[in-house]
C-alpha cells in the first residue's frame, strides 16, 4: 500500500510538472518586483531581501497548499486512506514530505542563486538557507493542516490564509532574527534551535492532528 501511495505522490507532480515549476516561478516573480518598486534604494533592499525572502516563501507555501487535499477528497481516496490496513499517519507523512521535496526544496536549492543575484552577504546566504531548510517542512505542515481543516468547504481558498497565517508567525520571526543577528555579528544559534525545537514537535505531531481532521471534515 505505501508503495503504491509513493509512485501516485510521484506520478502527480511528474504528470503535472505545473505543480513544481509553477511555485518556483512564483517565487522568483515576487522577488523581482521589490527591486522594481525599491528602486535606487540599494542600501534598504539589501537589509529587507531577506525578509522579502521569507514573505516571499510563505505566500508560495500557501499557494500550493490550498487546495492540497481537494482531488484525493473528490476522487475517494481519503475515505480508502482512512480505511486502509496501512498506518494513515505514516501515509500523512509521506504527503507532508512529498509536498515539501516538490515545492519548497526547489526554493531553497535556487537561493544560492537568488543570494549572487542580490549581492547577499555569504554569512546571510547560509542562514537564510539554514532557516528556510528547518523552517519550511513546519510551513508545509501547517498549510496542510488547513487544507484538511476546510476540505469540502466551497470558499476555503479564502479560509486557509486566515486560518495558517498566525501560526507562520513564530517561524518567520525566529529567521527574521537569525537573520538580523548574523547580519550585525551577533550570535544566533538560539533562535536555530527554537526553529529546530518547533520543527521537532511539528512534525511528528501533524500526521496524527490530519488524520482526526480528515475523519471530522469526512463525517461532516
Excluded at 526554493?107 to 528547518?134: C, G, K
Aim: aromatic share 12%; with cysteine; proline share 5%.
Amino acid at each position: 500500500m505505501l508503495k503504491i501511495i509513493v509512485q501516485k505522490e510521484l506520478s502527480v507532480y511528474f504528470r503535472n510538472l505545473n505543480n513544481i515549476f509553477l511555485p518556483l516561478i512564483f517565487f522568483f516573480l515576487i522577488i523581482s518586483i521589490f527591486p522594481l518598486v525599491l528602486g535606487p534604494e540599494k542600501k534598504l533592499f539589501d537589509k529587507i531581501i531577506p525578509g522579502i525572502i521569507w514573505i516571499t516563501t510563505i505566500l508560495t507555501t500557501i499557494l500550493t497548499s490550498n487546495n492540497f487535499f481537494k482531488d484525493d477528497f473528490n476522487n475517494g481516496i481519503i475515505e480508502i486512506y482512512l480505511t486502509s490496513d496501512s498506518s494513515i499517519e505514516l501515509i500523512l507523512f509521506l504527503k507532508i514530505i512529498s509536498s515539501w521535496f516538490f515545492t519548497c526544496l526547489p526554493i531553497i536549492v535556487f537561493i544560492p542563486l537568488v543570494s549572487v543575484l542580490f549581492n547577499i552577504s555569504f554569512d546571510s546566504a547560509l542562514v537564510i538557507l539554514a532557516t528556510l531548510i528547518i523552517g519550511t517542512p513546519v510551513l508545509i505542515s501547517i498549510g496542510i493542516f488547513g487544507s484538511a481543516l476546510t476540505m469540502g468547504l466551497s470558499k476555503n481558498n479564502i479560509l486557509i490564509p486566515v486560518i495558517v497565517v498566525p501560526f507562520y508567525i513564530p517561524v518567520l520571526i525566529f529567521s527574521a532574527s537569525a537573520i538580523e543577528a548574523v547580519s550585525i555579528g551577533l550570535s544566533y544559534e538560539m533562535q536555530i534551535y527554537i526553529l529546530l525545537a518547533l520543527l521537532l514537535l511539528t512534525l511528528p505531531i501533524m500526521p496524527y492532528l490530519l488524520k482526526y481532521t480528515l475523519r471530522l471534515s469526512i463525517n461532516n
